[in-house]
């Protein structure tokens, strides 16, 4: 599957296989900052409350794209944090 496919959901791939539904999983996930390691071991589980089992590729272009889009930032540590509101005005 090409990344331009897997990006947004249409017809051919279901959004839960879709890289901006995964991102969109993710972001409920950092309730505190994680780091990747500690986001893959909260996907790669049969109750993670996901329908399936991304790649860890997948994990982290949706973790690239909370990025691009300015939903998340850089905490301590290599950890990834959620930017508040505030902090975008």
Same mark, same amino acid.
């Given at each position: 599957m090409s *990344?331009?496919?897997? *990006? #947004?959901?249409?017809?051919h791939v279901r959004f839960c !296989?879709?890289?901006?539904g995964l991102a969109g999983f993710l972001r409920q996930l950092l309730e505190e900052p994680r780091t990747i390691d500690e986001l893959w071991a #909260? #996907? !790669?589980r049969e109750n993670s409350g996901w329908p399936v089992r991304p790649t860890f590729t997948n994990l982290v272009l949706a973790v690239d794209i909370l990025f691009a889009i300015g939903q998340v930032a850089e905490a301590t540590n290599g950890r990834v944090r959620l930017v508040m509101t505030h902090e975008t005005d």
């Open positions: *990344i331009q496919t897997a *990006i #947004l959901p249409h017809k !296989d879709s890289i901006v #909260l #996907l !790669d």
